[in-house]
């Protein structure tokens, strides 16, 4: 699928694989993309070559984490795009590992390591705390933009107050789940005590020049660089399981 | 002994294969003698979390507690995995 439309001179056009390097994605993927019509490309010159228009890739790379809360939120459950669905942890591995090999052409060792750890660590906590037990889609959604910095990844899975309060019946709300979760070391995964996975976060993105968003039902954390309170708040959407922004526009 | 981490891979994310290089390794952790040292060597570590490094280091600290070493733990994120451990369950 593709148009023939006018561009204007500010809007400008960008081949398949300098696209394809904005995105961090294959050639391969976008020529499947445009076949699909999730993004179209304009054919150009004798031969009818691909170009993608700036606003064009600027919009798609906004989408990303719309898809992604979309999916986490939608009642009507159903897989995501096969390119960001992981639905199983060795997807999820094989995945973060070519997210590293793309940072690391560009970034330094110490985003590169930190940035696909803090990755890691989020995405195994949604299969470790669902396994067996997902809702109703098994895995997670993992996508990421290297030109915009981020990294998404989101779940359907039973949201950190349902897996905490297993260990802490007197947990009653997301706001207070959230705030256990990122501080205290505490297993959901009962008789297993250790639980660090998201205080390893937590420590890496207050001395680092990165930021956290994370939603799990109807409660937010917005984490970033030198924070030494956690800032919590609720929301009035619900996310039933779990949902992470990760943004290294700050990269060391 | 020198256990070479990166042999179990560079990007060391995830529970379950942590507990699986821990039990790959049980045969050669049953061999060594009593007083010799372990030296856990992370040179070509990329990647190192808490939730592979619980199924691997802890379980090694618990049984052989100061005989192991840790070398080359320069990389940003196996230093951040440490700090969590020491603080929490690394004995």
Same mark, same amino acid.
Request: net charge positive; hydrophobic share 40%.
């Given at each position: ?252 | ?74 990389? @940003? ?13 690394? @004995?």
């Amino acid at each position: 699928m593709h148009r023939f439309i006018h561009i204007s001179m500010q809007n400008q056009l960008f081949s398949i694989s300098e696209a394809a390097r904005l995105l961090g994605v294959s050639i391969d993927t976008l020529r499947r993309w445009d076949a699909a019509g999730r993004l179209t490309s304009i054919r150009s010159g004798p031969r009818g070559h691909r170009f993608y228009s700036q606003s064009d890739i600027e919009q798609y790379l906004q989408e990303i984490e719309a898809v992604a809360r979309n999916w986490a939120m939608m009642t009507v459950a159903a897989e995501p795009h096969p390119d960001s669905y992981c639905q199983s942890r060795d997807i999820f591995q094989a995945r973060l590992e070519i997210l590293q090999s793309k940072l690391s052409k560009i970034m330094s060792i110490e985003t590169v390591s930190l940035i696909t750890a803090v990755s890691g660590e989020i995405g195994n906590n949604s299969f470790d705390h669902n396994l067996g037990n997902w809702p109703d889609i098994s895995g997670i959604f993992f996508s990421y933009s290297i030109r915009n910095r981020i990294v998404v990844l989101a779940d359907r899975g039973q949201g950190i107050l349902t897996t905490l309060k297993r260990v802490r019946p007197s947990l009653n709300n997301s706001y207070d789940a959230v705030k256990v979760a990122f501080t205290e070391t505490i297993s959901g995964r009962y008789p297993e005590t250790r639980g660090n996975g998201l205080k390893f976060v937590k420590s890496i993105i207050v001395k680092n020049p990165f930021s956290l968003y994370f939603q799990t039902g109807n409660a937010q954390l917005h984490l970033k660089k030198g924070d030494d309170q956690l800032d919590v708040q609720q929301t009035k959407t619900i996310i039933k399981g779990c949902f992470a922004l990760i943004n290294f526009e700050g990269s060391i | 002994m020198i256990i070479d981490v990166k042999k179990f891979g560079t990007t060391l994310v995830s529970r379950p294969t942590g507990r699986e290089a821990w039990l790959a390794f049980q045969p050669v952790l049953k061999e060594i003698s009593r007083s010799e040292k372990i030296t856990v060597d992370f040179n070509g570590v990329v990647v190192l979390t808490p939730s592979w490094a619980d199924e691997f280091l802890t379980p090694l600290k618990e049984n052989f507690k100061e005989k192991v070493e840790l070398i080359n733990i320069d990389n @940003p994120s196996v230093k951040a995995t440490l700090e969590i451990l020491n603080e929490t369950s690394l @004995p």
